[in-house]
């Protein structure tokens, strides 16, 4: 499965330069699309989605913020790695939930371990939940799954696109899942990469950009859950 990206700079041969050490770092694991024009990537964005942005800051008429801004409006957990020449944008680009910041020049050392970050932040796995249901078989990709809830011996599985079912015990279901999956209750076992907010007895989970929904977290397990989330959150972010 590829990453798609978008470079948006000004300067063809450091946008050129940036895609050379993309491809390098790894041949066939990005799909790039390169922009000099911030106005050009934010009419796209209406119609296009990208899992990763490299974006300048400086521009003649617009800002790489602004682009920012843009994307956040309707993807508030995408990636954008920041590149400029001047230290003094800092501040500002932390504010449109930056994921890193690169001082220009960019170089291998400079740029490989932001990508790896980001390749870790976005979870790049082919694996799959499969199950049954209704005699139909069905393969899901883990990253899509928010959570699983247990009803009797009926499973939910929450997605974003849907909602789907399935029939199996709570040994077998724990035992098929991901790592990235922690069970906060008997009823209750969520893909810790969409959590947003943990309290003492309930997770907030995000359903989309404007949705979230709020999951209990019982007595059993709570103290072994929160662990387990902020360890699965420290790992996507180290």
Known sequence: MGIKVAICDDEPVMAQA?????LEYAPSLFEIDTFYSPSRLIDLLEDNTYDLFILDIEFPNQ????????????????????????????????????FDYILKPVTKDKLYPALTRAIKYLDVDDSKFTFTFNK????LSYREIIYFEKNKRRVLIHTPSGLYETILQTKELVSKVHDHFVQVHTSFIV?????????????????????????????????????????????FIS
């Open 18 to 22: 940036i895609e050379d050490l993309m």
């Open 63 to 98: 800002s790489g913020i602004e682009i920012a801004e843009a994307i956040r409006t309707n993807n508030v957990t995408c990636p954008i790695i920041f590149l400029t020449s001047f230290k003094e944008y800092m501040e500002k680009v932390f504010k449109v939930n930056t």
């Open 136 to 139: 139909v078989f069905y393969s």
């Open 191 to 235: 893909n810790v990469r969409y959590v947003k907010q943990i309290s003492n007895d309930a997770i907030i989970v995000k359903l989309n950009d404007k949705q979230t929904v709020e999951i209990p977290m019982s007595r059993k397990f709570k103290d072994q859950a929160r662990e387990q989330i902020l360890m699965r959150l420290r790992d």
